[in-house]
């Protein structure tokens, strides 16, 4: 995976991370990212950035640690949260550990369902699908954080004239994709600053091998990360105090 660089956990890195329409720039840590450097999959306290140096860091609210009371709060709070996004038809919900190793959700959308073959703009079924998202899950937690990132396969571009030209394309697909997602969701009502990160990867960290058609459709994929948001841990910390 060239361009694609994996660091341990405690490493304190510059991030920058592009926001949909608004100026939600982000410092901190990361959806821990376990086994097979799949980005989010568990933790493990591993970040990764792509070609143009932008970093993955989902989670990690300024001061906020891990506590186990507060911890199992905001896990029921995760576990409802998840419970209604598997009603989401056409999405993948799963339980992933943030920077600050609290509960969070991870949410995986086939690109084909949301996207025509090398195109950005949303289909209709999917902008169904990401309607019942936005008003069953995100609206009915507010405090909960979103990240957004794009990923695609390693196929070329038929219209780049290099490897490394079909690479941009390739990245700069992935990070229209992953705005387009971003401007629906607010379009339907999501507040504007609980979209903390939009950021496409391009080919850059596969979940799959490329080498197989099957490979590359997991491959093209969008993610969507709800995580605590600095007022969650700090309601939940105070609520232990009580």
Known sequence: MKGLKFYAIG????LLLQSCGMNNTTK????????????????????????KGQWAAIGGAAGAVAGTAAG???GNKMDKAKKAAEEIENAQVETVTDGNGYQA??????????FDSGKSTL?????????KFANNVLKQN??????????????????????????QMNLQLSQDRAQSVCNFLQGQGVGSGQIKEVVGFGEDNPVASNATAEGRQQNRRVEVYLYASEEMIKAAQEAIKK
Do not use: H
């Open 72 to 74: 199992a709060i905001i």
């Open 123 to 131: 289909r209709p079924v999917a902008q169904n699908t990401l309607t």
């Open 105 to 114: 959700v991870k949410l995986t959308f086939d690109s084909g369902i949301l």
């Open 28 to 51: 901190g840590a990361l959806i821990g990212a376990g086994g097979g450097g799949a980005l989010g999959a568990a933790l493990g306290g591993i970040i990764a950035k792509n070609n």
């Open 142 to 167: 507010p405090d909960m954080n979103v990240g957004i990132l794009g990923f695609t396969d390693n196929q070329g571009f038929k219209s780049a004239k290099s490897a490394e030209q079909s690479k």
């Open 11 to 14: 490493l304190v890195a510059a």
